[in-house]
């Protein structure tokens, strides 16, 4: 009779046990069906800066969302995030945080941080027209309203933009070079040792279609305007480019010949090339700064540095 007893308790154990995997793989599967209901992928378009022709180029992309803040969310994510692509660099620099994006009807209300206002006016219409032309590319938005820290965003005239779309926002918008703007910049030079730096605050006038850290190499080679100041390197230097990447690495492209005038010259060469270092990652957003000759990295020995890295501010050579 005990043996009897024993064995219905053991079944009945059996059975209660069966029954609660039931029910757990029932639950799983029951949330595991539902995501799949409703999660969805879209096949979307994000824009990023080419940095060699200096034009937004698309990169197709697949994204996974709920509900349509979700994929306006992950396209804006990706966006930031960057590009796969080599030679591609973000519109959105990394100091301009999304502050609040939403969905409401088939417009985009994007928040952005008030750092926006310290772009370029190229990279101004730059970053507005990747981000209208990636977040248009979700079927169900058609148009986008860009705030700047909750403010509606206007133009240098003080108008209001309004709504954005691919119709009136050109995807690689001119930029006219006769439109300029002014800023201050830290120039750094030698002493009348040669020997320590000594710093020129400079208002500095910087056309639209040019980048800040070209404008300041450049302002380099004019020299140095105050008494007892020396200039750093050659005013006959030919610069073939300067391009900042996501990373905030700024890359100098030099001319062939350029390199070792700037090496020979009457200034030692760790000045000299640390005054152009110093003055560019004084921008901000900048981090290092790598020598390029005719678009290649510096592999081989030249100087006494090595050039095959990026440099980093240093005050005290």
């Known amino acids: 009779m005990l043996k009897q007893k024993k064995y219905h308790t053991i079944v009945w154990i059996l059975i209660i046990l069966l029954m609660i995997i039931s029910v757990i793989s029932f639950s799983l599967f029951t949330k595991k069906e539902k995501k799949s209901i409703y999660t969805q992928e879209k096949i979307v ?3 990023f800066n080419d940095t060699i022709t200096g034009k937004l180029r698309s990169e197709e992309r697949v994204i996974q969302g709920e509900n349509k ?7 804006l994510e990706g966006l930031k995030a ?38 370029t006016l190229g990279e101004k219409i730059m970053c507005r027209a990747a981000i209208v032309w990636s977040v248009t590319s979700l079927d169900f938005l058609e148009h986008v309203r860009i705030k700047v820290n909750g403010q509606e965003l206007k133009r240098t005239s003080g108008e209001v933009i309004g709504l954005m779309n691919r119709e009136n926002t050109m995807i690689n918008p001119v930029v006219s070079p006769e439109s300029k703007r002014y800023e201050i910049v830290t120039l750094y030079f030698a002493d009348k040792t040669g020997k320590q730096f000594v710093k020129e605050e400079r208002e500095i006038e910087i056309s639209q279609i040019q980048t800040r850290e070209k404008a300041v190499v450049e302002q380099l080679m004019i020299g140095a305007k105050e008494k007892e100041h020396l200039s750093t390197i050659p005013s006959d230097i030919k610069i073939r480019n300067v391009t900042t990447t996501k990373e905030g690495i700024c890359y100098v492209d030099f001319s062939s010949d350029s390199i070792n005038k700037i090496i020979n010259s009457n200034v030692d060469e760790k000045i000299a090339i640390y005054s152009i270092v110093n003055s560019i990652v004084s921008l901000y957003n900048i981090e290092k700064v ?14 006494h540095l090595d050039y095959s890295k990026p440099f980093i501010f240093e005050e005290e050579i």
């Open 82 to 119: 960057g590009s796969k692509i080599e030679g591609t660099s973000v519109v959105i620099p990394q100091n301009v945080t999304i502050l609040h994006a939403d969905v409401e009807d088939n417009v985009a209300v994007i928040d952005l941080s008030r750092n926006y206002n310290q772009l």
């Open 69 to 75: 803040k979700q994929f306006l969310l992950s396209v």
């Open 290 to 303: 790598q020598f390029l000759i005719e678009g290649e990295k510096i592999e081989e020995t030249i100087g």
């Open 45 to 47: 378009e994000l824009y």
